[in-house]
């Protein structure tokens, strides 16, 4: 089975710290995305990367920065975090197939 | 943009009870749809999926969807829940042929099924 492991489910942050929140897959897919889930908004895609070193910006990249040194691993970096940034962050990857997505469980971030 | 709508934003039934949720996207080029769950404390899913073919597709947990090109839509049905499909589901769409092609997401609707 694929796994995509977020390696916090809950941080708590204050407004201003520097935050890294860290997604790894086991699949060695190409693709790796991140998302920010909230209620009633759906999901809204940050950033993604189709190869090592290769990033794109998605929908509401504002805020928000990534890293992927490794295939397996894509970091999302808030330079310094805001209280409309507390959210769900998930992680996903995938194989060329478009649109089949394994994601990880999130990670719940509260800035305050 | 690209978009995707899902009307039903809260959905509370019996069980037993027929579902049918709605979908509807906004480009009129080739796209790929999909259903996406997420459980209670679960990650997200993929519960079932259209590239081409037969538009009325079947996936896990007794759940299809119809995708009707002329109404932009890909609901999802089942027709009979169970209190297990307590959930929040996502229609999600891809634009084919634009390059890399990235998965856009409806705002989802909650599923509470009453045992």
């Known amino acids: 089975d694929v796994k995509v492991t977020q390696s916090s489910r809950y941080l708590v942050k204050r407004t201003g710290e520097k935050v890294f929140l860290e997604c790894v897959q086991d699949m060695d897919h190409e693709n790796m995305f991140w998302y920010r889930q909230d209620p009633g908004l759906g999901l809204r895609l940050i950033y993604f990367?189709?190869?090592?070193?290769?990033?794109e910006k998605g929908d509401i990249p504002e805020g928000y920065s990534v890293s992927r040194e490794k295939k397996e691993r894509f970091s999302l970096i808030l330079e310094s975090a805001s209280t409309n940034q507390t959210s769900m962050y998930l992680c996903?990857?995938?194989?060329?197939?478009?649109?089949?997505?394994?994601f990880g469980e999130g990670s719940r971030l509260t800035v305050l | 943009a690209q978009s995707v709508s899902q009307h039903n934003h809260h959905v509370i039934l019996s069980e037993a009870a027929s579902l049918e949720l709605g979908c509807n996207y906004s480009?009129?080029?080739?796209?790929?749809l999909f259903w996406y769950v997420q459980y209670p404390g679960q990650h997200l899913q993929l519960l079932l999926k259209y590239f081409s073919g037969d538009p009325l597709v079947k996936g896990i947990k007794g759940f299809e969807a119809e995708f009707i090109k002329s109404k932009f839509s890909f609901n999802l049905r089942k027709p009979s829940v169970q209190w297990s499909d307590t959930a929040e589901y996502f229609c999600a769409v891809i634009l084919m042929n634009t390059g890399f092609q990235k998965l856009v997401f409806g705002t989802g609707t909650r599923l509470l099924v009453s045992p």
């Open positions: 996903a990857s995938s194989t060329l197939s478009p649109g089949e997505l394994f």
């Open positions: 990367s189709y190869d090592v070193k290769m990033k």
């Open positions: 480009y009129g080029g080739t796209v790929n």
